[in-house]
């Protein structure tokens, strides 16, 4: 009996025993994520409405009501697009502003831009459920914060914006 222990122990080399802690790692850190001690799953807390304001700066369009309220925009957040599309909840508009100083150099006066006519900012107001957690709120699998480039796309448009406010609606 002795001997065949000696075997044994004899025939394990380095990688085998490299082999065991790698199991046993991947065992725990299992174990582990099931139990909700890991970062990788965020407890979700439950689902919420909200309504995510995306700014879009100097588009330049003849038509500043391309964006309607009421209608479907496709969504994308790190190539990864949005289904089913999002419902457009306020639309604001204004033309490209420029400023300058007053001529007693107090205050700043914004104006048209002369140079780019056609430019356009807007926020968009788009609204949907999400998932709420510790971190934030979860869109359809992807975490969405201010900050965040996203695509929006309808019939005439295909737009890039950035998130620049997310707020949960009653």
């Given at each position: 009996m002795q001997a065949n222990k000696k075997k044994l122990f004899g025939?394990?080399?380095?990688?085998d025993f490299w082999l065991l802690i790698v199991i046993f790692a991947c065992i725990s850190g299992l174990t582990l994520a099931k139990a909700g001690y890991a970062g990788v799953n965020n407890q979700i807390k439950g689902q919420a409405k909200v309504a995510i304001d995306v700014y879009i700066s100097g588009l330049k369009?003849?038509?500043?009501?391309?964006?309607?309220v009421g209608e479907r925009s496709a969504f994308t957040i790190r190539n990864q697009p949005v289904y089913p599309p999002m419902v457009i909840l306020a639309v604001k508009e204004w033309s490209k502003q420029v400023s300058f100083l007053s001529a007693d150099g107090k205050k700043a006066l914004a104006f048209n831009d002369p140079a780019q006519p056609l430019a356009h900012d807007f926020v968009i107001t788009l609204g949907d459920e999400a998932e709420v957690t510790d971190d934030g709120y979860v869109l359809r699998g992807n975490k969405i914060k201010v900050g965040n480039q996203v695509e929006?796309?309808?019939?005439?448009?295909?737009?890039?914006g950035v998130v620049v406010d997310i707020r949960q609606q009653n």
């Amino acid at each position: 009996m002795q001997a065949n222990k000696k075997k044994l122990f004899g025939k394990l080399n380095i990688l085998d025993f490299w082999l065991l802690i790698v199991i046993f790692a991947c065992i725990s850190g299992l174990t582990l994520a099931k139990a909700g001690y890991a970062g990788v799953n965020n407890q979700i807390k439950g689902q919420a409405k909200v309504a995510i304001d995306v700014y879009i700066s100097g588009l330049k369009t003849h038509d500043t009501q391309l964006f309607k309220v009421g209608e479907r925009s496709a969504f994308t957040i790190r190539n990864q697009p949005v289904y089913p599309p999002m419902v457009i909840l306020a639309v604001k508009e204004w033309s490209k502003q420029v400023s300058f100083l007053s001529a007693d150099g107090k205050k700043a006066l914004a104006f048209n831009d002369p140079a780019q006519p056609l430019a356009h900012d807007f926020v968009i107001t788009l609204g949907d459920e999400a998932e709420v957690t510790d971190d934030g709120y979860v869109l359809r699998g992807n975490k969405i914060k201010v900050g965040n480039q996203v695509e929006l796309e309808g019939f005439k448009y295909r737009v890039q914006g950035v998130v620049v406010d997310i707020r949960q609606q009653n």
